[in-house]
């Protein structure tokens, strides 16, 4: 089946680590993103990617970096300079905006 | 720059009440429009959206939502809930030459069984 993989499902860390998570997709879309999910917030964009060996910084991409060097993967690196990390964090796909995102079941943070 | 705002964030309502969610946006232009839910401990899903054409929208599991241009609303309805929509809901735009979905901020409904 077609679909986005997210892992880990929860990721523990200790404080002043990056961590790396991982989202792969096989449903051939060109545009990936990466959402940052808190309480009474909403979904808030950390980096968005049209192509591969492109991608873009959404509203608080400040303490994140990205990478696209395949079609299928979009891995989302939470460095130590990210000041409140702890958060669940989505990445979604699209073949065009105008059919909405595809998402995948999220990764929780904990950093402790 | 785009914005999607949701008036009410906790719903609470009775099995078999009518449901209704605001979702306005503020976009001048062309605009797709989108309703996505979340279970508790799932992925966002997607209800339904629209394009053009008809605006009155219907998704999956009943819901249906009315796009007003005038009033750059979209607002989804439900005439009976049930305790499995127990969930929260995300309206979402995509508008403009960025093309990305902007986001409201979520209403969480929850269901009295």
């Known amino acids: 089946d077609g679909g986005i993989t997210q892992s880990p499902k929860y990721l523990f860390r200790k404080e002043g680590q990056n961590v790396t998570l991982s989202c792969e997709q096989n449903?051939?879309?060109?545009?990936m993103y990466w959402y940052r999910q808190d309480p009474g917030q909403g979904l808030r964009l950390i980096y968005y990617?049209?192509?591969?060996?492109?991608?873009q910084k959404g509203d608080i991409a400040e303490g994140y970096s990205v990478s696209r060097e395949k079609k299928e993967s979009f891995p989302l690196t939470v460095t130590s300079a990210q000041k409140n990390p702890t958060a669940f964090y989505l990445c979604?796909?699209?073949?065009?905006?105008?059919?909405?995102?595809?998402f995948g079941s999220g990764t929780r943070l904990t950093v402790v | 720059a785009q914005s999607v705002s949701q008036h009410n964030h906790h719903v609470i309502l009775s099995e078999a009440a009518s449901l209704e969610l605001g979702c306005n946006y503020s976009?001048?232009?062309?605009?797709?429009l989108f309703w996505y839910v979340q279970y508790p401990g799932q992925h966002l899903q997607l209800l339904l959206k629209?394009?053009?054409?008809?605006?009155l929208v219907k998704g999956i599991k009943g819901f249906e939502a009315e796009f007003i241009k005038s009033k750059f609303s979209f607002n989804l309805r439900k005439p009976s809930v049930q305790w499995s929509d127990t969930a929260e809901y995300f309206c979402?735009?995509?508008?403009?030459?960025?093309?990305?979905?902007?986001f409201g901020k979520g209403t969480k409904l929850s269901v009295k069984p």
């Open positions: 979604a796909s699209s073949i065009s905006t105008i059919y909405g995102y595809t």
């Open positions: 449903l051939n879309h060109d545009a």
């Open positions: 990617s049209q192509i591969v060996n492109d991608f």
């Open positions: 976009y001048g232009g062309t605009v797709n």
């Open positions: 629209y394009f053009s054409g008809d605006p």
């Open positions: 979402a735009v995509n508008g403009g030459s960025q093309g990305n979905l902007i």
